[in-house]
């Protein structure tokens, strides 16, 4: 379970959004739905393991090989200001914009891969900036899906070769496991198995992520989370929120929209992300 790639991706989005972000707005994170089932009282890890293990909706057994989407960012959001105070300005890079497109393929492991069309630039300066956006957006979603893919590509516990501890911690359980290069990994969940809280700790950094789940027929289906990450070489704090809109695609849950807001020391950025033209393949 790798963070490592996650925080360098988000600091850098985060200091590339400010040349083209002129507004930024508030989310709030919806509950999560709460209709519960039976909750956990057998203190038996293996027992409690396994029925964690089936909770989550689990894409991979359920034939998941490939997601396909174009990634549209709302431009006019992102330059919502600009729009105000320089209209041409804004025109222009608006009809910059409508010409890009951003391909990307998750594949059965939940790597995802960027693609782009390059759009010709009437100077150096907005070819800068072009390529500074190709970068962030190729990192803001690679590093999304890093996140994504724990609780939704398997679960949270899916670990080959890793002992697990569990124990009690109050009204929640614990899970523990140190993953290689000496990566610690603490999970609290709920007695209904939802995460609400995972801890990663490495040698370079530290993060905490507090995923929220909706309950679906199929299993817990992540609709959102908060996250910190603290690099311990230096630099800012960076906090995110994630705002995750699901869709239906071939009897498969997949995520269709992203709300998210990154805040990298005093510096803060929203982005609105529809994911369309998408494909599925499946067993």
């Given at each position: ?10 600091r850098?989005f985060?200091q590339?959004l ?13 509950p999560?739905?709460r ?9 038996d ?15 991979s057994a359920r ?5 396909r ?7 006019a959001?992102?330059?919502g200001d600009l ?11 608006m ?6 497109r ?5 594949d059965?492991?939940g ?6 069309n390059?759009?010709e ?11 500074q ?6 990192q803001?979603l690679?590093?999304?899906f ?13 670990s ?6 569990l124990e ?19 999970i ?18 530290d993060s905490?992520?507090y995923?929220v789940f ?9 609709a959102?989370?908060e996250?910190?990450?603290k690099?311990?070489?230096?630099g800012?704090?960076?906090?995110v929120?994630?705002l995750i ?19 990298v020391g005093?510096?803060?950025?929203h982005?609105?992300v ?10």
């Amino acid at each position: 379970m790798s963070s490592g790639g996650l925080l360098s991706r988000c600091r850098r989005f985060a200091q590339i959004l400010p040349i083209l972000i002129a507004s930024l707005g508030a989310m709030t994170l919806p509950p999560a739905l709460r209709a519960q089932p039976a909750l956990a009282t057998n203190p038996d890890p293996k027992g409690i393991l396994g029925q964690a293990h089936t909770a989550y909706y689990n894409l991979s057994a359920r034939g998941f090989k490939q997601y396909r989407f174009l990634a549209n960012p709302d431009w006019a959001y992102l330059l919502g200001d600009l729009a105000k105070t320089n209209p041409a300005a804004f025109n222009s890079a608006m009809a910059l914009f409508a010409k890009v497109r951003f391909d990307v393929v998750v594949d059965a492991q939940g790597v995802a891969k960027v693609s782009h069309n390059n759009v010709e630039t009437p100077n150096e300066q907005a070819r800068t900036g072009m390529n500074q956006v190709y970068d962030g957006m190729d990192q803001m979603l690679t590093g999304f899906f890093q996140t994504w893919h724990p609780f939704m590509l398997q679960t949270p516990f899916s670990s080959p070769g890793k002992a697990l501890n569990l124990e009690e911690a109050g009204d929640k359980f614990r899970v523990r496991w140190v993953e290689e290069e000496n990566i610690k990994v603490d999970i609290l969940m709920d007695r209904t198995y939802a995460v609400t809280e995972m801890k990663v700790n490495s040698p370079g950094f530290d993060s905490v992520i507090y995923p929220v789940f909706d309950r679906q027929p199929g299993g817990l289906v992540l609709a959102s989370y908060e996250a910190d990450y603290k690099d311990k070489s230096g630099g800012p704090k960076i906090h995110v929120k994630v705002l995750i809109k699901n869709r239906p695609l071939l009897g498969l849950v997949v995520p269709s929209d992203l709300d998210l807001t990154a805040q990298v020391g005093e510096t803060n950025t929203h982005i609105l992300v529809a994911f369309t033209e998408a494909s599925l393949i499946k067993d």
